[in-house]
């Protein structure tokens, strides 16, 4: 596992909370599955417009697969990569298929209300970054296997990490973070209860 010569930032995400950050061109982010079985919503802007974000759609036929494996780029929507997925250290199940969670999902799933959600993790961490960004996008869920099957068929399951696994991540550009620990506790997507994450990030 690569060891940082230095440690910039090292978060603690509490279970089914996010956090937003800054890293430069070349940061490693390590994205630690602390208990197992718990993805991490993960998603990245450009610091110079954060209107360019990463893209599964766009990763997907730059690489010719349906995720990243170690040694693929995750790219923008400007078709540019972003970060590159340098050391998975786990199953490597990293969905590149389903939008986060939230609000109307849980109401779906009958979920107690109110519910936390990766999406309004999301825009607290943006809002908290102090960038202007309501839309809806895709992220990429790390940790998350969500199965397809031979039929076409999706099969949520649970992501079969052990504590300690992690992946560590190199920005390509300058750019904003938002991660979190996803809170779904209505199917199998985190293995029935959300457990915490840890963030370093170095160089
Ligand atoms: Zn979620």
């Known amino acids: 596992m690569t060891a940082f010569a230095e440690t910039i930032h090292d978060f603690h995400i509490p279970a089914r909370a996010g956090k937003g950050f800054r890293v430069a061109k070349g940061d490693l982010i390590r994205i630690t599955d602390l208990q197992g079985d718990q993805p991490c919503d993960f998603w990245a802007f450009a610091a110079e417009n954060p209107r360019e974000f990463l893209s599964p759609e766009h990763t997907k036929p730059s690489i010719s697969k349906v995720s990243p494996k170690q040694g693929d780029a995750a790219y923008t929507n400007y078709r540019r990569p972003i970060v590159t997925l340098v050391e998975d250290n786990s199953i490597g199940n990293h969905d590149m298929q389903f939008a986060a969670c939230d609000e109307p999902r849980y109401i779906q799933l009958k979920a107690p209300m109110p519910h936390a959600s990766c999406q309004g993790n999301l825009h607290m961490a943006l809002e908290e970054l102090g960038i202007d960004f309501d ?4 992220p990429w869920n790390l940790f998350t296997n969500f ?5 076409g068929g999706i099969d949520i399951r649970p992501p079969g990490t052990k504590g300690g696994d992690n992946v560590v991540l190199r920005a390509e550009m300058d750019a904003h973070i938002v991660v979190s620990a996803c809170p779904q506790d209505m199917n ?4 029935g209860s959300p457990t915490d994450l840890r963030v370093e990030v170095g160089r």
């Open 188 to 191: 199998p997507t985190c293995g």
């Open 135 to 138: 839309a809806v996008i895709q």
């Open 147 to 151: 199965f397809i099957l031979p039929d």
